[in-house]
């Protein structure tokens, strides 16, 4: 079964002049559905967990052919991951009209330090809340500005004194899947995200990504943020798989790596088999 960051991918692959060939790791064929070598195949451990939350990825250049890249868990597990690439002179109409899509709630899940204050909120906002208690913060709402286009100022804009309507909708975390360095040029290059509202999250743990190096102490990898934004939209059983299958997957490409087997009885296994577990209410 493909998804949207494997259709990207394959998109990605034919506009290539030369096969991509991945730093460090295994060599060789890759299982088409799990990037992973045959040996160490994952594909019969997919989970899928229904959510009313959804994610939209978008992914700088090379991402989606990274056998690391984590937004193709996020895919793996969250029926409703939307995928698109990312170009700093051009942007997908598709990408522009999911944003619009009156059933969702868009959040650009971004640092809150990097970010105008009237822009930033850490919960979600009034109806997109599972709670429905209320709304913190500036009230964002889905949908393009009125009145104008994508770009800020137009009457509509938030910054303006502008609103889209009701925010009774689904919460949609945007993420830019990217190095630091490349997410960041992302975020400031992007002016069609601009009237979204930042969610700002702050991760109490430290990162268990282990396959990749980054320069900040705080960082952690895009299916992390997903997690933590599920939890926050009240999908814990969603928040909990993408941890676990994170880990599995951790596992598996590690052991790829160094030419050893997998365990399929190691306690990231067994957590994300009993998470799967049929539940009863």
């Given at each position: 079964?493909?998804?949207?960051?494997?259709?990207?991918?394959?998109?990605?692959?034919?506009?290539?002049?030369?096969?991509?060939?991945?730093?460090?790791?295994?060599?060789?064929?890759?299982?088409?559905?799990?990037?992973?070598?045959?040996?160490?195949?994952?594909?019969?451990?997919?989970?899928?967990?229904?959510?009313?939350?959804?994610?939209?990825?978008?992914?700088?250049?090379?991402e989606?052919?990274?056998p690391?890249?984590?937004?193709?868990?996020?895919?793996?597990?969250?029926?409703?991951?939307?995928?698109?690439?990312?170009?700093?002179?051009?942007?997908?109409?598709?990408?522009?009209?999911?944003?619009?899509?009156?059933?969702?709630?868009?959040?650009?899940?971004?640092?809150?330090?990097?970010?105008?204050?009237?822009?930033?909120?850490?919960?979600?906002?009034?109806?997109?809340?599972?709670?429905?208690?209320?709304?913190?913060?500036p009230?964002?709402?889905?949908?393009?500005?009125?009145?104008?286009?994508?770009?800020?100022?137009?009457?509509?804009?938030?910054?303006?004194?502008?609103?889209?309507?009701?925010?009774?909708?689904?919460p949609?975390?945007?993420?830019?899947?990217?190095?630091?360095?490349?997410?960041?040029?992302?975020?400031?290059?992007?002016?069609?995200?601009?009237?979204?509202?930042?969610?700002?999250?702050?991760?109490?743990?430290?990162?268990?990504?282990?396959?990749?190096?980054?320069?900040?102490?705080?960082?952690?990898?895009t299916?992390?943020?997903?997690?933590?934004?599920?939890?926050?939209?009240?999908?814990?059983?969603?928040?909990?798989?993408?941890?676990?299958?994170?880990?599995v997957?951790?596992?598996?490409?590690?052991?790829?790596?160094?030419?050893?087997?997998?365990?399929?009885?190691?306690?990231?296994?067994?957590?994300?088999?009993?998470?799967?577990?049929?539940?009863?209410?």
């Amino acid at each position: 079964m493909t998804h949207a960051v494997s259709r990207l991918r394959t998109a990605r692959l034919a506009r290539s002049a030369k096969p991509f060939l991945a730093r460090g790791g295994a060599r060789g064929r890759r299982c088409a559905g799990c990037r992973l070598i045959p040996s160490h195949c994952m594909c019969a451990l997919r989970p899928m967990v229904p959510t009313r939350a959804g994610v939209c990825l978008i992914m700088c250049d090379t991402e989606p052919l990274k056998p690391s890249n984590t937004g193709w868990l996020i895919a793996d597990v969250v029926a409703d991951t939307a995928a698109f690439g990312w170009a700093r002179t051009e942007v997908d109409p598709a990408l522009l009209a999911l944003l619009a899509d009156p059933q969702w709630q868009p959040y650009l899940v971004f640092p809150g330090e990097f970010v105008a204050a009237e822009r930033v909120v850490t919960q979600l906002i009034g109806g997109s809340d599972p709670h429905n208690g209320g709304a913190w913060g500036p009230q964002f709402h889905a949908g393009p500005p009125k009145g104008g286009g994508w770009g800020g100022g137009s009457p509509g804009d938030p910054r303006n004194g502008g609103a889209w309507g009701p925010a009774s909708r689904r919460p949609l975390f945007v993420l830019l899947d990217a190095t630091w360095p490349e997410a960041r040029k992302m975020f400031r290059k992007s002016p069609y995200l601009d009237h979204l509202p930042v969610l700002s999250l702050q991760p109490e743990q430290l990162s268990r990504y282990r396959l990749r190096r980054s320069r900040r102490d705080n960082h952690i990898c895009t299916s992390e943020v997903a997690a933590l934004c599920m939890d926050l939209a009240g999908e814990s059983l969603a928040a909990q798989t993408l941890e676990a299958y994170l880990d599995v997957f951790t596992h598996h490409y590690l052991q790829a790596r160094n030419q050893l087997p997998v365990n399929l009885e190691d306690a990231a296994h067994l957590r994300l088999q009993a998470l799967l577990l049929p539940r009863h209410f």
